[in-house]
Every structure is written in structure tokens, then in C-alpha cells.
């Protein structure tokens, strides 16, 4: 017998698509070429003539997450689960995002659980919540409380537990110039927040290596 699925109504500001005005491709493009002699480079040379229409189409695909809601991903929910009602991780969620302060690329990866209160939701839609938030400008401390909030609060379970790993090319490639280092965050709600132990579970099932 199938799951049966559900559509969950979130009241939450996540529903919403984030408000951009965007310029044209014309003006981006016009944009691109002023930053090209900014470097002290020709943008009317062979090499780079299409560049700004590339660095437009790139830009397009890089922060598509502007133009999707990730309250809508979680909205389709399974209640036949056979009476199981605990942790459920996804684990090793690869993601590149860029910094909102230099925007340079982040690359790492997040580990997401939650503790489904009677109904789960299909596990690409976590990694979908998680590349939607990584395709918009970001803060590594702000996607990781981005990714917690909306799972909490469209599918309102007992706890959700979010942890990020990430190396930040503006420290890499500017300024501290420090290869290699890896930034951690976390966020717990409900059970996860209250509970230690459960925290314990969490970072100890996520750090047990692969399958």
C-alpha cells in the first residue's frame, strides 16, 4: 500500500520566494566588462569578448536558489512509516555556496536529522533544502540556522539537528591566506536543544564513517 502523503501549510516567511530586482543581462553583462578592467585586464581582447555573457549565465545557475522556496520542497510528507518515530539522518550533503562578503565560493558539506513526530519526508528533499539555501549569498552561521528553521517549522518535529563543514576561499584565497582549514556549525531545536544526549547521538552517528 502506498505512503500516504500530505500537504502542510507552513506559516512561516519561508513560503516566500526572497524579493530581487534584478537588472537585465544587458546591464550584467555591461557590469561584468567594468569589472574585467578593474583587474587590468582587456575585456575587448579574444579571450575574454564572451566573458561577461558567461560570468551572466554562471551567475544565473550559481544563485538559483533565489528563485525557489524551500518551505515548498518540505510540503509532501509520508505518514505510513511503521510506527517509526526515530532519528533520521542524511548525512555528507555536498554543497557549494558563496560568501556574502567577498563572494567567494564555500565548499563543504552538512549533516541534517531530524525526529519526525508522525510523518517524515522524502530524503532528497533535505538535500534540496540544503542546496537552495547554498545557492544564495550566505553566511556559513546563517544557512546552518536557515536549514534547522525551515525544517522545524514546515514539518514541525520533535527536534532537527543541523551541522555544516565548510572551507571559506576568502580565507584561502585573500587576506589570512590559510589553506585547508574547515569551519563548524550547529543548530539544535526542540529535543536536540533540550537534550545533551541527544546532541551526543547525533554528532556520534554522523562521525561514524561510511557505510
Not at 26 to 48: F, H, I, K, Q
Not at 171 to 177: C, D, E, T, V
Amino acid at each position: 500500500m502506498d505512503a500516504v502523503a500530505k500537504k502542510l501549510m507552513p506559516q512561516s516567511a519561508y513560503m516566500e520566494k526572497p524579493a530581487t530586482d534584478r537588472p537585465t543581462e544587458a546591464e550584467v553583462e555591461a557590469a561584468v566588462s567594468v569589472l574585467l578592467r578593474w583587474t587590468g585586464d582587456n575585456p575587448a581582447r579574444e579571450g575574454l569578448i564572451d566573458t561577461p555573457k558567461r560570468v551572466t549565465k554562471a551567475f544565473r545557475e550559481m544563485f538559483n536558489g533565489y528563485d525557489m522556496c524551500p518551505a515548498e520542497e518540505l510540503g509532501r510528507t509520508f505518514e505510513e512509516v511503521a510506527g517509526y518515530d526515530d532519528l533520521v539522518i542524511v548525512r555528507d550533503i555536498k554543497f557549494h555556496s558563496h560568501c556574502e562578503h567577498h563572494m567567494v565560493p564555500i565548499i563543504g558539506k552538512a549533516h541534517v536529522g531530524y525526529l519526525p513526530d508522525g510523518k517524515v519526508v522524502g530524503l532528497s528533499k533535505i538535500a534540496r533544502v540544503v542546496d537552495i539555501f547554498a545557492h544564495r549569498l550566505q553566511t556559513q552561521e546563517a544557512m546552518t540556522a536557515q536549514i534547522a528553521g525551515v525544517i522545524q517549522d514546515v514539518l514541525n518535529p520533535r527536534g532537527v539537528a543541523v551541522m555544516i563543514e565548510a572551507e571559506h576561499m576568502c580565507m584561502a584565497m585573500r587576506g589570512i591566506r590559510k589553506q585547508g582549514s574547515s569551519t563548524l556549525t550547529s543548530t539544535f531545536t526542540g529535543v536536540f536543544r533540550d537534550t545533551p544526549e541527544e546532541q551526543v547521538r547525533f554528532v556520534t552517528m554522523i562521525r561514524a564513517g561510511g557505510l
